[in-house]
């Protein structure tokens, strides 16, 4: 069975940094397709970045530059290192793989 779970969420202020965690079981990560989406209220669920089993990334436009998703191999774990955030980035956050998705860490950016 699949899952992924996601960790370090939190509250910051903008221009601030958070590094978002995914790790995975029952799957490994080197092997698959991994990515990172947010929701915020009221809307749509949106990619923010993705990892392929070559580390080739992709980003979302408004946060190239700012964002970086890493993979740790002996960790199973996708991380999502978030800078200069800006109170638009406020959402929750998931993680998925091969359709699984995890239960989701808020992020809120806001003084």
């Known amino acids: 069975q699949v899952q992924v779970v996601e960790s370090g969420g939190g509250l910051v202020q903008p221009g601030g940094s958070l590094r978002l965690s995914c790790v995975g079981s029952?799957?490994?990560?080197?092997?698959?397709?991994v990515g990172w989406y947010r929701q915020a209220p009221g809307k749509q669920r949106e990619q923010v970045a993705l990892i392929t089993s070559g580390r080739i990334t992709t980003y979302a436009d408004s946060v190239k530059g700012r964002f970086a998703i890493s993979r740790d191999n002996a960790k199973n774990t996708v991380y999502l290192q978030m800078n200069r955030l800006k109170p638009e980035a406020t959402a929750v956050y998931y993680c998925?793989?091969?359709?699984?998705w995890g239960q989701g860490t808020q992020v809120t950016v806001s003084s």
């Open positions: 029952g799957i490994s990560f080197r092997n698959n397709v």
């Open positions: 998925t793989v091969r359709e699984s």
